[in-house]
């Protein structure tokens, strides 16, 4: 029999299903994915949550606006709330300041990972949503296997190089037994406002062979838009609506 390791959340915390957003490498939008489905879900009536796994480089609170520190009630850590209602727990809430940077080892990552997800009051939320550390090292392992993950999306971009590695993310999620919902491309072009040309410039995409060799859907292509990094920067991610992420909105209500 294959020894489990899979947590559970504290018993007054509640969490229906757990979609996690993984990359094979940074830079390619991952949080941006993360945080723009958590939005979508919210809008559609659902009760919303993210962890932000990105322990050495959170970025949750820059993207949501959230600059308040954590608090608790002598048991469990309160998450922050968006003000549309996303609850959201990262690192730099447990920062004095948030530049400062996480020099941890492995190990110490993964703990405070387990800890959001057990020692916080996660109240009755429908999708929770993981914005996981990029790569395929130990502290995604230790997500993969500590975490009751219903599936993972996983996010690319253009390049021929992100395209290589992301493999190695399909490939351990699959060694792992995770189910993949699908591939999202970020940056996938830029479109000329002036003749609505699609421009692509981080070269020709490999998507579709990503996909076939997987046998995976493709959820969405977002394209490189001035708004998407404005709202990011400003912490307004709430205020947009990236509907080229409709199609994986209906997968995830489908778990």
């Known amino acids: 029999m294959i020894e489990s390791f899979l947590i559970k959340p504290h018993e007054r915390s509640h969490i229906n299903k757990m979609v996690g957003i993984v990359s094979g490498k940074g830079g390619v939008g991952k949080s941006f994915v993360t945080s723009s489905l958590a939005c979508k879900m919210q809008k559609e009536g659902f009760r919303t949550a993210v962890l932000d796994g990105d322990i050495t480089g959170p970025s949750m609170g820059k993207v949501f606006g959230i600059n308040q520190k954590a608090v608790g009630d002598g048991e469990l850590m309160m998450p922050a709330t968006t003000k549309t209602g996303i609850q959201v727990v990262t690192m730099n809430m447990l920062l004095e300041e948030d530049d400062k940077p996480v020099i941890w080892r492995g190990p110490m990552v993964a703990g405070i990972i387990k800890q959001f997800y057990q020692e916080v009051f996660w109240d009755n939320v429908d999708y929770?949503?993981?914005?996981?550390?990029?790569?395929?090292?130990?502290?995604?392992?230790?997500?993969?296997?500590?975490?009751?993950?219903?599936?993972?999306?996983?996010?690319?971009?253009?390049?021929?190089?992100?395209?290589?590695?992301?493999?190695?993310?399909?490939?351990?999620?699959?060694?792992?037994?995770?189910?993949?919902?699908?591939?999202?491309?970020?940056?996938?072009?830029?479109?000329?406002?002036?003749?609505?040309?699609?421009?692509?410039?981080?070269?020709?995409?490999?998507?579709?062979?990503?996909?076939?060799?997987?046998?995976?859907?493709?959820?969405?292509?977002?394209?490189?838009?001035?708004?998407?990094?404005?709202?990011?920067?400003?912490?307004?991610?709430?205020?947009?609506?990236?509907?080229?992420?409709?199609?994986?909105?209906?997968?995830?209500?489908?778990?």
């Open 128 to 255: 929770m949503f993981v914005d996981m550390p990029p790569g395929t090292s130990d502290v995604p392992l230790t997500i993969f296997q500590s975490l009751p993950l219903n599936g993972i999306i996983v996010v690319t971009s253009p390049q021929d190089l992100v395209s290589m590695v992301v493999e190695k993310a399909i490939n351990m999620a699959s060694m792992m037994s995770v189910p993949i919902l699908g591939l999202v491309e970020n940056m996938s072009y830029v479109e000329c406002p002036d003749c609505g040309k699609k421009l692509y410039v981080f070269g020709e995409s490999h998507l579709e062979e990503v996909s076939k060799k997987y046998n995976l859907p493709i959820l969405g292509r977002i394209p490189l838009k001035q708004e998407h990094a404005y709202a990011a920067d400003h912490g307004t991610i709430e205020d947009l609506d990236v509907t080229e992420l409709d199609q994986a909105v209906e997968v995830i209500k489908n778990l």
